[in-house]
C-alpha cells in the first residue's frame, strides 16, 4: 500500500501537468486569430472548467502538504488576471427615471418548444406571458417560431422585423427583432453554408438612430449528440469542432465588418455558441461594453453544459450607453436561458 501512495502522486501529477498545458493554450486563445489554430480554439469551451478543476488541483495538493499545489495556483491567477473571472459580485444598480431606461431582452426560444423537447404544454404561452410580465423596450428572439410573423401575438410591439422566407422554414434559423420605437431600416447578414444569421435594425430612439444586431453564430450541438460522442472517434470529433470553429470565425468577421461599415450607436445581442475566452467573442465584442461584466451576477449562466453553468448568450452596448442593469433569467422555456440588459443613453444627461 505505501508503494501505491507515490504511484498515485505520479498520476495525479500527470494529469495536472496536461491541466496546466491545456490552460496555457487557452489563456492563448482569445489573442489569436481561429484560422492560426481551429481545432486549438475550441478549449474556449471549456476554459471556466478549467479553471474549476484547479481549484480541486490547489486542493489536493495542499492537503499532501505538497508544494506542487503552486502549478495550479499560477495557473488559475494567470487565467483571472489575462482572461477574467466568469463569475461576477452584486453591482450596484444605479436609480435612473424610467423615461432615461432602455432595456433590452435576448432569448434563443428554440422555435417556442415546435418540436416538443421540453415536456411542458403550451411553452409558447409561456414565453409570451414571461415577456409581456418583463415588457422590455426591444425584444430579440433567435430561433424564433415562423407562426410569429403571421399570428398577431406581441402586439404591444408596433414594430418589426422576423427574417423568415414563406415556404422554406427549414433553410434558415428565424431571427427577430421586436421595437416599442420605429424601426427606420432593417437587414440581414446571411452567413455562407450555413442555416445561421444575423439580422439588425435600425431603430429611432428619442432623436438618435442605434442599430441593434440580433447574432445567431454556429452551434457545436453538443448535447443533442452525447450519446453519440461516446461512439464516435475522437478525430472525428475535433474535425467537426474545427469546422464549427473555423465558420464562427467567419461569421464574426462579417458581422464586425457590418458593425463597422456603420457610425449607428450600436448594441448587440445574440447566441454566440461560445464563452467570452473565445476570439469569436473578442472579435464581436471589440470595444463594446458586456452588459453581464458591467453589472450582471453570478455565473450569468444561459446554458448549461452538461450540467455546468454557461454564458454563451450576451448584450453587448458601445460607450454611448451608460449600463444601468443586467438580469439573467432561471426561467427554463428553452435551452437556453433569457437575459436582459438596461441602458441609458449619455446624451440624456
Known amino acids: 500500500m505505501k508503494r501505491f501512495f507515490p504511484f498515485l502522486n505520479k498520476l495525479i501529477l500527470f494529469v495536472n501537468l496536461i491541466f ?3 490552460t496555457a493554450i487557452a489563456l492563448l486563445v482569445p489573442y489569436i486569430p481561429v484560422t492560426y489554430m481551429p481545432t486549438l480554439s475550441t478549449v474556449s469551451l471549456v476554459t471556466p472548467i478549467l479553471a474549476c478543476v484547479h481549484m480541486v488541483f490547489v486542493s489536493f ?3 499532501r502538504r505538497k508544494k506542487l ?3 495550479s495556483a499560477m495557473m488559475f491567477i494567470a487565467w483571472y488576471v489575462i482572461l477574467g473571472s466568469f463569475y461576477e459580485f452584486s453591482n450596484q444598480v444605479e436609480n435612473v427615471n424610467d423615461v432615461e431606461k432602455l432595456s433590452i431582452m435576448s432569448f434563443n426560444s428554440r422555435r417556442f418548444n415546435e418540436h416538443r423537447q421540453l415536456d411542458i404544454e403550451n411553452v409558447d404561452s409561456l414565453i409570451l406571458n414571461f415577456v409581456d410580465r418583463k415588457s422590455p ?3 430579440c428572439f433567435q430561433e424564433c417560431y415562423y407562426e ?4 398577431n401575438a406581441l402586439s404591444q410591439y408596433p414594430y418589426k422585423y422576423i427574417d423568415y422566407v414563406y415556404g422554406k422554414p427549414a433553410t434558415r434559423v428565424i431571427q427577430a427583432i421586436y421595437s416599442k420605437f420605429p424601426i427606420l431600416a432593417k437587414d440581414s447578414i446571411l452567413f455562407p453554408n450555413s442555416a445561421n444569421s444575423a439580422v439588425y435594425a435600425d431603430i429611432l430612439y428619442k432623436k438618435d438612430t442605434i442599430r441593434i ?3 445567431h453564430l454556429q452551434s ?7 450519446d453519440a460522442i461516446k461512439n464516435q472517434k475522437s478525430s472525428k470529433l475535433l474535425a467537426k469542432s ?3 470553429m473555423l465558420k464562427q470565425d467567419e461569421q464574426a468577421n462579417l458581422i464586425r465588418a457590418s458593425m463597422e461599415s456603420t457610425s449607428h450607436k450600436k448594441i448587440v445581442v445574440g447566441d454566440f455558441n461560445n464563452t467570452q475566452y473565445s476570439n469569436i467573442y473578442k472579435t464581436i465584442k471589440g470595444d463594446l461594453q458586456d452588459t453581464f461584466l458591467e453589472k450582471g451576477k453570478g455565473f450569468g449562466r444561459t446554458y448549461n453544459l452538461l450540467g455546468f453553468p454557461m454564458r454563451i448568450d450576451y448584450i453587448f452596448a458601445d460607450s454611448d450607453f451608460e449600463v444601468i442593469s443586467h438580469e439573467n433569467f432561471d426561467v427554463k422555456l428553452s435551452d437556453h436561458y433569457p437575459v436582459m440588459s438596461t441602458l441609458r443613453l449619455k446624451s440624456d444627461e
Open 69 to 71: 499545489w503552486l502549478w
Open 220 to 226: 457545436f450541438r453538443i448535447i443533442p449528440e452525447i
Open 20 to 22: 496546466v498545458l491545456v
Open 137 to 139: 423596450d426591444i425584444l
Open 242 to 244: 474545427k469546422g464549427v
Open 61 to 63: 495538493w495542499l492537503l
Open 213 to 215: 444586431y440580433n447574432v
Open 148 to 151: 410569429m410573423k403571421r399570428n
